[in-house]
Structure formats: C-alpha cells, structure tokens
DNA sequence: TTTTAAATGTACCCTGCATCACATAATTAT
DNA sequence: ATAATTATGTGATGCAGGGTACATTTAAAA
C-alpha cells in the first residue's frame, strides 16, 4: 500500500478528519482498500461480525431477514462508515449488507477504531453523533412505515431516493421493483399498482427503472397524509 | 447537594464507572437529581432538546406522534441513559419521554457530559457501546413489527415486558389497553380480543392489568410464528 | 441467436384488522 | 354518594393490500 495514502485521501468522514499524521499512519496500516461489485454482499446477517467497515463511494442496502420476507432498513451512500451498530453492539451481525452499485471501501481493524475512540475525543464524539443521527433516521422509519399506508410508504422511499441518495428528482432506480417493495415494505405487484397510479396522476414519469419525479409537492402530500 | 454523591452512589452507569474523582466531582457539579410521577412528560417531542438524563430508578416510555397514532418505540428502565440520540442528534427532540412509574433522575449538563466524551475514552466507548445495542434493538422492533400480524406483535409485546422489563412471567401492566396497543403497534380492541384469545387458550392468566404468562414456549411459537 | 430465467404488469379473491357502535365496568372528580 | 369521565369488552362492517394466477417483457446464459 502506498505511503501516506490515507493523508492525502479525499474521502475522509468526518471522523477521519480529526485524525492526526500519527493516526493516520496508523491507520494506513491496519485499513485495507477493496471493491465490490453490484450485488455483492459485503457482510452477512448471522455471520460473526468483524471490521468497521468505510464506503467510500458507491450505495449499499443493508437489509434484514425477516419472519416473513426480507427488509431494506436504509441505504447507506459514501462516504460513510458501515455496520458500525453490529460491529459494536454485538458478536453477531444483526442485518446484510449488499452492494447495490459498484462499491470502493476500506476495511478497518476493530482494534485501530476502538483505540482512536479511546485516545481521540473528536473522533469518539463524531462517530457517536453520527450513531445518534442513525438512531434519529431509524425512528423515523420506523415511524412512517408503520403508520402510513401503501401509498404514502412508497411515496416515502422515492422521495428519500431522490433527496438524500441522487440529490436529484431524475434518477435511476437502483434496485427491481421486488426490492422497492422490501424499501417501501409492500409486495411488488402493490409496488407495480401504485407506481403506475403515480404516473397516471402525472406525479412521476415512469420508463422502466427510470423515474423522474414531476409533482414532488403532491408527492410530500401523499407522503404526510399516509 | 452533597458532596461525593456521585461517587458513592450505587446506581452508576458502566460509563460513569469509568469516571475518576476529580471527574465524578464534576459530574456532581452539572448534576441534578428530581423525580417525575407516573404519567409526568419528562421531555417533549419537537421542543427544543436539553440535556442528558439518567434514570436511576423506574420506567420510562420513549414515544412518538405518528401521523396516525402515538407509537411506544421502546421502555427505558433505570438504570440507563434516556435521550441520548435527541439529545446529540438534532437540536429538537424527535421524541417524547413518559414516566409510566414513579421515576428517579439525574439531569447531567450537555457540556459535562461531552467534555467527558472528549476527556475519557473508556467512557466514550462505553456510551458509543450502548448506543449501538440500542440500535440494534430498534432494528428488530422495527422487523417485528414491520412482519409480524397482531398476535405475533402483542406476543413480543408481553415477551418483552416479562423478560426485559419485570423479569417476571407474573407483573402488573403499567399502562392502559389502549397503551398496550401503542406498543404492539395494533387497535385498542384487537388488544382486548387478543389478550382475551390468550386467556382462553391458557397462554396468558388475566386479571384486569394483572398478567400472568403460563405458556411461555407457546408464546415464543406465536411471536416467531407472527 | 436461441434458450432459460428473472422481472414486471394486471386481474381477482380473501383475510386481518381498523373502525364504528354500543354496553359495561372502573376511576376520578364533585 | 353521585356524577362525569375514562377504560374495557364485544359484535358487525368495510377495505387495504397480500397472495395467487397468468400474460408479457426484459435480461442473462448457453
């Protein structure tokens, strides 16, 4: 691995940021690059939990099998730390991660995470506000997912895609609808039904996995209404 | 306040036991100790979030207004930290707590509980620790009720009060039917039916809030079963 | 290209459970 | 004690949305 490579990386989180020349270097050692490709898992629920894990570009679902059928809890875009909770809450890892485009990431020793939390106050402090944000998101959630009905769950999930993964209202949908469904929790000919209702209505266009959102104020109103 | 009363007192998180004297000394300082009485608000989803609080004694619902109905995300029972997550992740609460016994806290200042975060770095991991447990139970609250159908659901419910809050098959509902519902995340009425379903099939003995779980292994089944 | 498999769209049926409506019991206030 | 309020039980009704079934399209493999 090169030298000063993580010095010089411009994909640093925020906790990163607080790092100095020494734990940066210490860090280079015990931090391994790789890439993963669409539909790679990346780490399995079940499975022993192992290293703090950095997406540095790319989009990843993490996911729960349920009783029933499986779950997409969110989709973690990088730069962003991944599996955190699971790697420090318990042994086991409680969901999956699977990539959903092509995904470049660090791995991270434990040890070496754990002893900047120990040694380094910021970088603690960053990590646990970025844990409580999760935290917050999570509820939220929950929280709608539970509460509101077919339409206002899926009207959800693409205004999440447009805002907070592509920034943009005109986007390629990353995932078949059977996995839209898992995000919106519906079944996929619910997600067929309502995602032509949507285009009839003139609140989205609908070509295939391409989706431009062109009412996104009626959007935000199904949305809050359930 | 007296002095050293932080440092002799008995109900210590696993993080303050990482404090040394000069830092529980502190502590003491930007500490508050007061009660609330069952029912009492002791913070408020959308106001302004204040400070840190630990339960030293009692139980405390953490719930959010839906765009439906009220939601119980989970019970917090002494000792623990209560709204960590508000409290770092946003500046406005994004829920709100509920003593549902008679209940025992300290307030502890934002700014002494952070500068700790920064200063000591075993008390960091330990509240990043509890912080990712809670999270991950939230995940699988989430799955289960996300996937379960209402007797699986009031079937966690019940588990989850036997289990982690009373740790007893035998306890005294600290909350209405209706309550009930709000954790279990179904009507007033399919509690009543349920529960009265239970009864007759000798999983559960009810007595007005006296509850009492004689199957316990059936229960399991109906929870994993859904 | 041809073959196979996976993804998608639609129609229909069926069920869980919310909601309504009302009776009764238990609390709380006066 | 009496009244008023809140909590609880139970039947009847309606409907959202999951599941099934099948047609069709698209993508992957041979």
Redesign the interface.
Same mark, same amino acid.
């Given at each position: 691995m090169l030298y000063e490579i993580c010095k010089y990386c411009h994909l640093k989180s925020a906790a990163a940021e607080t790092l100095d020349s020494d734990e940066l270097k210490k860090l280079e050692r015990s931090c391994f690059q790789t890439q993963f490709a669409k539909g790679d898992l990346i780490f399995k629920q079940d499975a022993l939990s192992a290293n703090v894990i950095f997406i540095r570009e790319g989009l990843v679902k993490i996911h729960?099998k349920?009783?029933?059928?499986e779950?997409i809890?969110k989709i973690n875009k990088g730069p962003t730390f991944l599996g955190?909770?699971? *790697?420090?809450?318990?042994i086991i890892n $409680?969901?999956s991660a699977t990539a959903i485009t092509t995904v470049d990431v660090c791995f991270i020793s434990n040890e070496t995470f754990?002893q900047f939390?120990?040694?380094?106050?910021?970088f603690?402090?960053e990590?646990?506000?970025d844990?409580?944000?999760?935290?917050?998101h *999570?509820?939220?959630?929950?929280?709608? $997912?539970?509460?509101?009905q077919g339409p206002?769950r899926l009207a959800d999930a693409l205004l999440y895609l447009a805002n907070e993964i592509f920034n943009d209202n005109n986007f390629l949908l990353p995932m078949t609808r059977h996995e839209l469904g898992d995000l919106a929790?519906c079944s996929r000919e619910s997600v067929s039904r309502l995602l032509n209702e949507f285009k009839k209505d003139n609140i989205i266009q609908l070509e295939g996995k391409k989706i431009t959102i062109l009412n996104k104020e009626l959007l935000s109103q199904i949305s809050?209404?359930?």
């Open positions: 729960i349920g009783p029933e059928r779950q809890i955190i909770p699971t *790697t420090f809450g318990d $409680h969901y754990q939390i120990y040694s380094n106050g910021k603690a402090y990590i646990l506000h844990l409580c944000k999760c935290q917050l *999570t509820y939220n959630y929950c929280i709608n $997912h539970l509460q509101k206002g929790c809050k209404r359930g």
